[in-house]
């Protein structure tokens, strides 16, 4: 399974629900409440043969309250 990162940016006053919604629909291994640009910060995985662009435009943009988000992908665990 490969881990990558999407710092999320919620509509003012959504945070909490946006986070309530992925933890609902199981597909972030974590969450994070963050401080700065982003709101949330989530953890996921996916086969390395799955797309993670459509994974995020599929998954995670179609929640409420999500106003912009940034993908961190990752390469290797040290």
Do not use: W
């Amino acid at each position: 399974m490969t881990p990558f990162f999407v710092l999320i940016k919620c509509q003012l006053g959504q945070a909490y629900q946006v986070a309530t919604a992925l933890a609902d629909a199981e597909i972030a291994s974590e969450i994070y409440s963050t401080a700065g640009d982003y709101d949330l910060l989530a953890k996921f995985y996916l086969n390395p043969d799955d797309d993670i662009g459509r994974f995020v435009q599929e998954k995670v943009h179609v929640i409420e309250g999500i106003q912009d988000t940034k993908t961190i992908p990752t390469f290797k665990a040290f």
